[in-house]
Structure formats: C-alpha cells, structure tokens
C-alpha cells in the first residue's frame, strides 16, 4: 500500500510539474490559446500559478517567476510528502 501511495504522489506531482514546463514553453512560441488542451492545461496550471503570482512583486523587467517558483515549491512539497509516507 505504502508503494502505490509512493507512486500515486510522485507520478502526480512530476505531472504537475511537466504542465508547468509545457506553460512555459507554450508561452515562448505561437498557439492558439482556443485550443481546449491548452486551455486545460492553463486551468490546471492556474491553479498553482495565480496565488504565487499575487505573492511575488510585479514583473517589472517582463519576466514572470511564478513558474520557477511553483516548480521549486512543488518540488519541496512531493518530497515532504514522501519522506511522510
């Protein structure tokens, strides 16, 4: 039980955090932002993006850290949550 609770949690957050990677390079090249996987993909990825987003100053430079900051923040969660389980 403790192993497939093991690979439930880890599998998620690597998801998680390959979403997070597709945002980000889906924002660097032209798509369509109507497209209902990429349209998905920034419900998902909201969700963890908006409240670090509200956290950190403005991007004054045009630069937005959100993204390296969730990855590193859900990064520090899974293993927390791994260690526990």
Do not use: C
């Not at 945002?23 to 908006?50: A, E």
């Amino acid at each position: 039980m403790n192993y497939l609770l093991y690979k439930i949690i880890d599998n998620a957050f690597n998801l998680l955090q390959i979403m997070i990677i597709i945002r980000v390079v889906l924002s660097w090249v032209p798509h369509d932002p109507y497209n209902q996987l990429i349209q998905l993909l920034y419900q998902i990825t909201d969700v963890i993006l908006k409240p670090i987003r509200e956290v950190l100053p403005l991007q004054s430079m045009g630069i937005d850290f959100s993204p390296v900051v969730a990855f590193f923040l859900l990064g520090f969660v899974k293993k927390f949550l791994l260690i526990a389980v």
